[in-house]
């Protein structure tokens, strides 16, 4: 595998899901699993109760530069600023806009939401680290 690092300008092509946050342990960053009442991180053991969840933002999308489509996950608090609130705050909200919507799937980003962030992110161009 090639370590070397680098910065890649690129457009935006499309977001290839629309789950752009997810509970993450605070020690090794990895996906929780959540039941109601705990969590737990299968990658270094740690446990908790469901309410002290931490999430994090991960925004998966396919970009192009002038001669190649890559497939990249953008992780972390760089997106706030996009995003306007921490994910903590954004997941606050979805979950508050599913139960007054009566929408069974927690992990559901709201329609609205999911084309907000397209019409922020499509067809724009970034510079990744990479």
């Given at each position: 595998m090639n370590s070397a690092r680098g910065l890649l300008a690129a457009s935006v092509i499309s977001i290839q899901n629309s789950c752009f946050i997810y509970p993450a342990c605070q020690k090794c960053f990895s996906r929780l699993i959540l039941d109601s009442r705990r969590f737990n991180c299968?990658?270094?053991?740690?446990?908790?109760?469901?309410k002290d969840a931490s999430y994090r933002y991960r925004l998966s999308l396919k970009i192009a530069d002038a001669n190649d489509l890559f497939d990249i996950t953008v992780?972390?608090?760089c997106l706030d600023p996009f995003f306007g609130v921490t994910a903590e705050n954004l997941q606050r909200c979805i979950q508050d806009f599913n139960q007054l919507s009566g929408e069974t799937n927690t992990d559901a980003s709201p329609g609205v939401?999911?084309?907000?962030?397209?019409?922020?992110?499509?067809?724009?161009?970034?510079i990744f680290g990479v």
């Open positions: 299968l990658k270094c053991g740690r446990t908790g109760e469901a992780f972390g608090s939401l999911v084309q907000a962030v397209e019409s922020c992110f499509i067809g724009r161009r970034f």
